[in-house]
């Protein structure tokens, strides 16, 4: 798929960016700028997975990330099948390492999985034969939204390299902002987390980002905005007093938006809550990339499919 012979993919799974090095994710990066060029054809079918099983295994909601890999997964030939768990016998009770024993005697090639619980995919990939790609655990990683990320910057900004990247809003349950720091930093982008102090992990500093409590002043100098959904789900409790006192000071508007650099630009992994972490205008507007992510998902993960595929079974 990609122009050029791509460099091998040392891993089974991908179930994080963390321990990959920064060759592995700017070799996965390369791969899915040849994928864009493909889902731009007429003719989008590839043959890299022809004969082999897909299996899609959301035991949370998805759009993006679902639609996406079978997207991805079908332009590369393979069989998809999207299993839904509503509808399955976790439903009456069964775990999750019965429910992989199962799937895994049906002898899939590639197994997409994501688990509300953080560890969920680890250990669902050590029971199973096949290939398995983390699609988000709990509030622990998604590696593919961030490889989906770093693409959109790097194509529209032509490197990532020294950027100053703001990560806002809702840090401490989110698994987008967790892997967007380890890629980016990887990447050598600076990178800054801003929200309310109960959004924030305790010792988020640890991981070599500046932190600010007040958005205003964090915003300023910023080449990328990226914003992050206020995860309601994942609250035992109140951790901001209103929706909209949050909006009045951590939700992105024309006003703070103007702080950072005049040529900045604004990213959310969605799905978005309109007027609560951004305003309508923002994400609909001119400096906005969250469209073009959404394209990148399909790229990125006809990329990690097709660098997965050399480890495959009689491959
Ligand atoms: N960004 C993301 O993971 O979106 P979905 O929950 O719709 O897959």
């Known amino acids: ?94 775990t999750l390492i019965d429910t992989a ?92 987390v801003i929200g309310p102090s109960t959004l924030l992990p305790a010792g988020i500093e640890r991981f070599g980002v500046e932190v600010f409590t007040n958005m205003r002043e964090g915003l300023k100098g910023c080449d990328i905005v990226m914003m992050l959904r206020l995860q309601r789900e994942r609250m035992n409790g109140s951790f901001v007093p209103s929706v909209k006192e949050y909006f009045r000071y951590y939700g992105l508007d024309g006003d703070k938006l103007a702080l950072a650099k005049p040529d900045a630009l604004v990213m959310h992994p969605g799905p978005m809550n309109r007027g609560v972490e951004i305003a309508s205008d923002i994400a609909d507007g001119a400096q906005s990339l969250i469209r073009e992510q959404v394209e990148m998902g399909v790229a990125v993960r006809m990329a990690v499919l097709e660098a997965l595929a050399c480890h495959l079974p009689n491959e």
Request: proline share 4%; aromatic share 2%; with cysteine.
């Open 1 to 94: 798929m990609t122009h050029g012979t791509p460099p091998s993919f040392p891993h089974r799974h991908l179930l994080g960016i963390e321990g990959l090095t920064r060759p592995e994710i700017e070799g996965l990066l390369d791969r899915a700028d040849a994928a864009v060029d493909i889902s731009r054809q007429v003719e989008k079918k590839r043959v890299t997975l022809r004969g082999r099983t897909q299996i899609n295994l959301f035991f949370e909601p998805s759009t993006r990330t679902q639609s996406s890999f079978e997207l991805a997964g079908k332009r590369l030939g393979a069989d998809v099948m999207n299993m839904s768990v509503a509808s399955s016998s976790v439903k009456k009770g069964e």
């Open 101 to 192: 024993a199962t799937l895994n005697a049906m002898r899939p090639d590639i197994i997409v999985v994501r688990h509300q619980s953080a560890g969920a995919v680890h250990l669902l990939a050590r029971k199973v034969d096949c290939s398995v790609v983390n699609a988000g655990d709990g509030a622990h990683e998604h590696p593919t939204q961030a490889l989906l990320d770093a693409l959109t910057i790097r194509r529209n900004k032509g490197r990532i390299e020294g950027l100053q990247i703001a990560i806002c809003g809702d840090v401490l349950h989110s698994r987008v902002a967790r892997s967007n720091i380890i890629s980016l930093q990887a990447l050598g982008a600076r990178v800054r």
